[in-house]
C-alpha cells in the first residue's frame, strides 16, 4: 500500500474506532450521568442492560469493520453478545441501525426487528417490541427519531416514522406515523397531547 493510501486507511480507522468510543460514552452518560472509568466497570458489572449494549456496540463495531486480524474478536463479541441476549431477553441484532445513548430501562424482553432505524437518545422500556409487518401499505419497519420514549409493553409495528420527541405511552400500540412530541396512549394508539419527553429521557451528552 502506498504512503497516501496508507494514510487515508489509518485516518478511517481512527474515524471509525472514535465514533465507536463516542456511542459507547453516550450509552454510559446514560445511565450513569458521568464519565469515568468507575462508571463504566459500575455500570458493566451492575447494569444488565448496559452490559448487553455494551457487546451491541462492540459487535456491531466489528461487524461493520472487521479484517481478518479482527474477525476472531467480532466472533467473540457477537458470542457475548449472544450469551447476554438469551440471559437478560433482549432481542436485537447487532448490524440493527441505533444512535448514540440508547437506553433499556429495566429488566426483560426487548424485541427489534433488525430493520427498524433507531435515533439518538431512546429510551426502550421491558417487553417493548418494534416489529415488521409484511403486506399492506405499511409494509416494513419502524424510523424512530431522537429523544423518543417507548414504554412497557409498547408495540410499534409496519413502515411507521416515530418524530423526535415523541412519547409511546406503556401498552400502547402504533401502526402509524408520529408527528414530534406527540404523547401516544392506548390500543389502538391515538395522540393525546402534544408535550412529548420533557422529563423522561435524561442523562444526555447532546
Not at 35 to 42: K, Q, V
Not at 61 to 73: E, G
Not at 86 to 94: F, M, P
Amino acid at each position: 500500500m502506498s504512503g497516501p493510501m496508507r494514510h487515508a486507511s489509518l485516518e478511517a480507522s481512527t474515524t471509525v474506532n472514535m465514533a465507536y468510543r463516542d456511542t459507547l460514552r453516550h450509552d454510559l452518560y446514560r445511565y450513569k450521568g458521568r464519565l469515568s472509568a468507575g462508571a463504566f466497570l459500575h455500570a458493566y458489572f451492575r447494569k444488565r442492560a448496559f452490559k448487553y449494549t455494551f457487546w451491541l456496540r462492540t459487535a456491531a463495531h466489528l461487524r461493520s469493520h472487521r479484517s481478518l486480524l479482527s474477525k476472531p474478536v467480532y466472533l467473540i463479541a457477537k458470542l457475548m453478545l449472544d450469551v447476554c441476549s438469551v440471559r437478560y431477553g433482549y432481542q436485537i441484532l447487532d448490524d440493527t441501525q441505533i444512535g448514540p445513548g440508547l437506553y433499556l430501562g429495566h429488566f426483560g424482553t426487548i424485541i427489534v426487528n433488525q430493520e427498524a432505524v433507531i435515533g439518538r437518545n431512546v429510551n426502550l422500556a421491558v417487553g417493548v417490541t418494534i416489529g415488521q409487518t409484511n403486506r399492506g401499505r405499511r409494509a416494513g419497519s419502524p424510523t424512530i427519531g431522537d429523544r423518543v420514549w417507548v414504554g412497557t409493553n409498547a408495540i410499534i409495528v409496519g413502515r411507521v416514522t416515530i418524530g423526535d420527541g415523541a412519547l409511546i405511552a406503556p401498552g400502547a400500540y402504533v401502526n402509524f406515523d408520529v408527528p414530534p412530541n406527540a404523547v401516544v396512549l392506548g390500543n389502538p394508539g391515538k395522540i393525546v397531547a402534544d408535550t412529548g419527553t420533557a422529563g423522561y429521557v435524561e442523562n444526555t451528552l447532546d
